[in-house]
């Protein structure tokens, strides 16, 4: 029995996670830096469980496939487990206004007032909240994720279209 510190992981979570590299482009260092961030994150703490399998952890690429968003899920041995490809036509909308508002975020820094800086932020957060339910809807019967998960995720799924 172990004590709270020792207690194992639960198997129903990603170990890796890697952005394939001809998705995405080299960034400013913001980007790069919260791209790092959210893989870290994400590994840190998940809930990441595919349909059918209960065995785990996982292994987790994410790419652009002709324009579809592709999860290529494994096992820590890198053995293949599921691929799923997702259209972006119900994430493109919000990803769109998520930049846009990211970018009034950004100007805003340097120019507004706090309260309006805060305004801001509010509606990134709920276009950030509205991405990572479409994420959790997707995958519905797919993988099983849970909202903090969907959140990370939905920033790598930016994170690709960061490419310009």
């Known amino acids: 029995m172990g004590s709270p510190q020792t207690r194992e992981k639960p198997r129903t979570r990603l170990v890796d996670v890697k952005l394939d ?5 080299r960034s400013t260092a913001d980007v790069e830096h919260e791209r790092a961030v959210a893989i870290w994150d994400l590994i840190e703490e998940n809930h990441f469980a595919p349909a059918g399998h209960d065995g785990g952890p996982y292994r987790l690429s994410i790419a652009m496939v002709e324009n579809r968003l592709a999860f290529d899920i494994r096992d820590e041995a890198g053995a293949p487990i ?11 909308r919000i990803v ?7 970018e009034s975020y950004f100007a805003a820094i340097r120019t507004a007032t706090p309260s309006q800086i ?7 957060r ?9 994420l959790i809807d997707r995958l519905a019967d797919k993988v099983e994720i849970d909202f903090d998960t969907a959140r990370r995720l939905f920033t790598l799924i930016c994170s690709l279209h960061w490419k310009g």
């Open 82 to 92: 599921a691929a799923h490809l997702l259209s972006l036509t119900p994430f493109r």
């Open 96 to 102: 769109k206004d998520y930049f846009f508002v990211c």
């Open 21 to 25: 590299e001809a998705s995405i482009a």
């Open 126 to 134: 709920g276009l950030h909240n509205e991405g990572s339910q479409v």
């Open 118 to 124: 805060e305004a801001i932020d509010m509606g990134r």
